[in-house]
Structures are given as C-alpha cells and as structure tokens.
C-alpha cells in the first residue's frame, strides 16, 4: 500500500515530466518555424542558438504587438479581419473580408502627410494593396473597409497600446523598390 507522501511525490514526478516533454516539443515546433538560418553543419554553436532565439522573441513581439492593435476575428461593421500579420518591410499587413466575402489586403504603415493612405489616423496611413502603383481605382468596398478598420485603430491607439515601427509608404518603396508585400499569395 502506498502512503499519501509517496503518492504526492510520484505523481509530481509524472507531472515534472510531461511538462518537460510538453516544453521539448513546443520549443521544437517553434525553432522550426524561424526565419533565421543556421549554419549547414549538425552542429549548432551557442551563438547560432542565441541569435535563433533572440529572432524568435522578436517576431513573436512585433506580431503580439500588432495583434493588440487589430485582433484576428475582429468584426468591424459589415468587414472581418481574417489574419493579422507582424511588420514586414515596414509594414503590418492586416487580411480582411468584404461583406460578400472577398478578401483583401490593407497595409497599414506610418503616416505621411505628404503621401496619404485611403485612411489616416494620428500614427497610421492605410493602403488597400491592389498591386497598382497608385494610378489603379481601389474597389470601393475594399476602401471602405480600410476606413472602418482605421476607425477601429484610433480607438486603440488611444488606449495606450503601443505602436509598432512602421516605415511611411515612401520609405518602404525607397528600401524594398522590388519587395513583394502581398500576403494573400
């Protein structure tokens, strides 16, 4: 028969040791999804560990960030947001839905006021991304819906959530003049 102090301690053990496998197995799936090369060979040098890591944190930071200004599954009126993706190039990409359904792409970057997005707020300009460079009529619901979405950012950006760093659309051009923003693939 086994008494209650060797029963407490067994079971610690067991749970000790699930939650070791549990964190073995998200760090794995996690290390694969970095965007940060590592070197050909087996053999991986602490360095290359910490700089993986380091480019992990960052990525999971600026994509937290951005998911506290537009939450994923978000209803703005008559629009969804589908995905809300961390900065790239200097920019957040944020996946919407009209109301038939459709999706599309707003930009959101740092505002400009000498180049204006479809929508403005105090830190942000919106593009709906159509690939056109500008001289292209943007879908009047796809405007739309960027405008809502702006409305949604100014409440957010007055309750404090911290702002990402953002490039305004002309450095993003002068940086990346041949990037490929698209995220819908």
């Avoid at 209650?4 to 939650?19: E, M, N, S």
């Avoid at 209803?75 to 589908?82: A, D, F, Y």
């Avoid at 405008?147 to 305004?168: N, W």
């Amino acid at each position: 028969m086994i008494g209650r102090r060797q029963a407490l301690c067994t079971f610690a053990g067991i749970a000790t040791a699930v939650a070791g496998v549990g964190l073995f197995g998200i760090g794995t799936a996690h290390a694969a999804e970095t965007t940060t090369e590592l070197p050909s060979s087996d053999t991986v040098t602490a360095q290359a560990a910490n700089e993986q890591a380091e480019a992990l944190a960052a990525e999971q930071r600026d994509l937290a960030v951005a998911q506290a200004l537009v939450p994923a599954g978000l209803n703005v009126g008559k629009w969804s947001v589908e995905s809300v993706h961390a900065p790239r190039y200097g920019s957040m990409a944020v996946v919407m839905r009209t109301p038939s359904g459709e999706a599309f792409q707003v930009d959101v970057l740092r505002r400009d006021p000498a180049m204006a997005g479809i929508a403005e707020t105090e830190h942000f300009s919106l593009f709906v991304a159509n690939s056109g460079d500008g001289s292209k009529a943007t879908d009047e619901m796809q405007a739309r819906g960027a405008m809502v979405l702006a409305h949604q950012l100014r409440f957010t950006e007055r309750s404090g959530t911290p702002i990402p760093e953002l490039l305004t659309f002309r450095q993003r051009a002068n940086r990346h003049p041949r990037g490929e923003f698209s995220v819908l693939g």
